[in-house]
């Protein structure tokens, strides 16, 4: 786990970001941990300066390059849906993006591995953790549908863009009872939380709620 560090950051009022907090509550996020970081991380500063003033609503935002910085609810819900199961030390996560899912993470969990397809938004998300201060993630361009083998197996993993069916890839590159928390589908997406049983091949899939993610692709854009 890492600190953050605020020295030279502009804030935004305290009283915008317990507005935040107090709507995540509001719609059942109950993990304490979750929600001090939700509060203390300097969203504004995922975004580019035009947006920056929405960056406290509980909306989806764009970033560019047809992606977007994900609604706060459902980046809280999956990382405290990550946590209900496992105590995890080392995550990975598929599509850096921003880099905002990957801040809360790095507040949470001694190491976060991160991948992204896109490289102007790694090398942008990459300054911002330099910025903050966050020393325990390891990131890197690749295409998601594959994890990150060298670095497996993983407590957890999260995906922020959502495949057609849960890759086999991923399954395969958890630690034992690691779980998997991504948005699965086409059209019609659901958020899905995968749990290896032990250190045995078998897994259990619930299937949480509705939700909409830009979709997970393959290759590199540079």
Known sequence: MNSIEMGGIGMTSQRTRER????LVEQGITNQKVLDVMRMIPRHLFLDEALAHRAYEDTALPIGYSQTLSQPYIVARMTELLLSVIRPKRVLEIGTGSGFQTAVLAQLVSRVYSVERIEPLLVKAQQRFRDLGLRNIT???????FGWQRHAPFDGIISTAAP??????????LAPDGALVLPVGGDMQELCMVQRQGDSQEFVE??????????????LSH
């Open 20 to 23: 935040l907090v107090q709507r």
């Open 139 to 145: 990131a890197e361009l690749s295409d998601g549908h």
């Open 164 to 173: 057609n069916q849960i890759p086999e890839e991923l399954l395969g590159q």
């Open 206 to 219: 619930q299937r949480i709620e509705p939700v909409k993610f830009v979709p997970l692709l393959g290759g």
